[in-house]
Nanobody
């Protein structure tokens, strides 16, 4: 599988951005796919992940109700809609994927074990 992100940029506080990840390979149902971010001087964190086979989504607490992850199986895209952006959302955002595991229907957090990464797209939220 290969991943190509797009949609980053500069936005003011309170604004919105939509990131898109194009997934080459087999059906999205074969993978768990997510968005991660890494801010300067901080560890990379899983922001939102989706498993279309089980119909499950996971969000890190800091973005619940603000970000929405969605998928389009026909176009093989996984998008991250980011609303009410804050300066602390500034980071490089990465799309990541791994094969679907049986535990994806058991664990709350889907954002683990990723083994394929996109090149990243920068999001800057200015105040």
């Amino acid at each position: 599988v290969q991943l190509v992100e797009s949609g980053g940029g500069l936005v003011q506080v309170g604004g919105s951005l939509r990131l898109s990840c194009v997934v080459s390979g087999s059906s999205l149902d074969d993978y768990t796919i997510g968005w991660f971010r890494q801010a300067p001087g901080k560890k990379r964190e899983g922001v939102a992940c989706i498993n279309t086979y089980h119909g499950r989504r996971y969000y890190v607490n800091s973005v619940k109700g603000l970000f929405t992850i969605s998928s389009n199986n026909a176009q093989k895209t996984v998008d991250l809609q980011m609303d009410s952006l804050k300066p602390e959302d500034t980071a490089v955002y990465y799309c990541a994927a791994r094969e679907r595991w049986s535990t994806d229907n058991s664990y709350e957090n889907l954002c683990y074990g990723m083994d394929t990464w996109g090149q990243g797209t920068r999001v800057t939220v200015s105040s």
